[in-house]
């Protein structure tokens, strides 16, 4: 669903000409006995070696960098004056790594205030800018997710697709803060889970799919129980969306786990809905 920051793999590639022999063809049968090595050339990877651009990037301290007004800007009563103080930190803060050397707990704290905010325009930018945050300190941002994942999931019950789409891909970029979705993690997420609004539950679990395919590393054995134990009663939610949702959950946990693994995990199900799962 993400657009960037993906494990980037080696990549290689074989000269197609290193797979020709360049051995003379001649219509003499007696070249089959021919005692001659054969000449067919030595293959060999020239392929350059992709390094990951955050690594390689020099660290960055915005502090410094943030403009002087920012603070007031972004709690003043006109929506335009926090449109323009989140367009003008946006290009300060989206660079490819953030030092985490410093403190950002006041910015994080006044961009997710923004996140709430009552104006579409503004919610949109501050999502960017929390995703510009997430991105740029990838696992330094683990002090700051909360409040993040938070606001973020409590403005998911916007409907207007837009909101919908910067919110998702803000949440996706804190899955570099997030070594595991083990219980701790889980327990987090519980209150969204169980939220009066069901776009709030269906966007949580949504998220909860995204973020095991697009782990560094599969979800363990006792990690996919403790999924499958905070999302199987939503598959009895009275909402459709919400029950979509869960399903393609589920789903990814079977896909991991296989048949003979998940089945354990399944048993409170009933086939119509084990069969939605495997669709």
Same mark, same amino acid.
């Given at each position: 669903? *993400?657009?960037?920051?993906?494990?980037?793999? *080696? *990549?290689? @590639?074989?000269?197609?000409?290193?797979?020709?022999?360049?051995?003379?063809?001649?219509?003499?049968?007696? !070249?089959?006995?021919?005692?001659? $090595?054969?000449?067919?050339?030595?293959?060999?990877?020239?392929?350059?070696v992709v390094k990951d651009a955050y690594e390689m990037a020099e660290s960055v301290?915005?502090?410094?960098?943030? $403009?002087?007004?920012?603070?007031?800007?972004?709690?003043?009563?006109?929506?335009?004056?926090?449109?323009? =103080?989140?367009?003008?930190?946006?290009?300060?803060? /989206?660079? $490819?790594?953030?030092? #985490?050397?410093?403190?950002?707990?006041?910015?994080?704290?006044?961009?997710?205030?923004?996140?709430? &905010?009552?104006?579409?325009?503004?919610?949109?930018?501050? =999502?960017?800018?929390?995703?510009?945050?997430?991105?740029?300190? /990838?696992?330094?941002?683990?002090?700051?997710?909360?409040?993040?994942?938070?606001a973020l999931l409590e403005k998911a019950k916007e409907k207007k697709q837009n909101?919908?789409?910067?919110?998702?891909?803000? +949440?996706?970029? +804190?899955?570099?803060?997030?070594?595991?979705?083990?219980?701790?993690?889980?327990?987090?997420?519980?209150?969204?889970?169980?939220?009066?609004?069901?776009?709030v539950r269906s966007e949580t679990l949504l998220w909860i799919s995204r973020l095991?395919?697009?782990?560094?590393? @599969?979800?363990?054995?006792?990690?996919?129980?403790?999924?499958? #134990?905070?999302?199987?009663?939503? !598959? &009895?939610?009275?909402?459709?969306?919400? /029950?979509?949702?869960?399903?393609?959950?589920?789903?990814?946990?079977?896909?991991?786990?296989?048949?003979?693994?998940?089945?354990?995990?399944?048993?409170?199900?009933?086939?119509?809905?084990?069969?939605?799962?495997?669709?």
């Amino acid at each position: 669903y *993400l657009r960037s920051q993906r494990p980037l793999e *080696l *990549l290689e @590639s074989i000269d197609s000409s290193a797979l020709i022999d360049d051995t003379p063809i001649s219509d003499d049968s007696s !070249m089959s006995q021919s005692s001659e $090595p054969s000449h067919t050339k030595e293959v060999v990877n020239t392929a350059p070696v992709v390094k990951d651009a955050y690594e390689m990037a020099e660290s960055v301290d915005i502090n410094s960098k943030l $403009p002087s007004s920012l603070y007031d800007s972004l709690s003043s009563s006109s929506w335009k004056d926090r449109k323009e =103080a989140l367009e003008s930190l946006l290009p300060v803060i /989206r660079v $490819p790594k953030i030092s #985490d050397n410093s403190r950002y707990g006041e910015l994080v704290d006044a961009i997710c205030k923004r996140v709430c &905010d009552v104006n579409v325009l503004v919610v949109i930018l501050a =999502a960017n800018c929390l995703e510009a945050l997430a991105n740029g300190m /990838r696992s330094g941002f683990g002090p700051y997710r909360s409040s993040a994942i938070a606001a973020l999931l409590e403005k998911a019950k916007e409907k207007k697709q837009n909101v919908v789409d910067a919110i998702r891909s803000s +949440l996706d970029s +804190l899955r570099f803060s997030i070594s595991s979705i083990n219980e701790n993690f889980l327990e987090e997420l519980t209150s969204f889970l169980t939220h009066k609004n069901p776009s709030v539950r269906s966007e949580t679990l949504l998220w909860i799919s995204r973020l095991m395919q697009s782990a560094h590393q @599969s979800p363990n054995k006792k990690d996919c129980k403790s999924i499958v #134990d905070s999302v199987i009663p939503a !598959m &009895d939610d009275g909402t459709t969306e919400v /029950r979509e949702s869960a399903a393609i959950c589920l789903a990814c946990i079977h896909k991991f786990l296989g048949e003979a693994g998940s089945s354990p995990l399944f048993e409170k199900l009933d086939k119509i809905k084990l069969n939605k799962i495997k669709e």
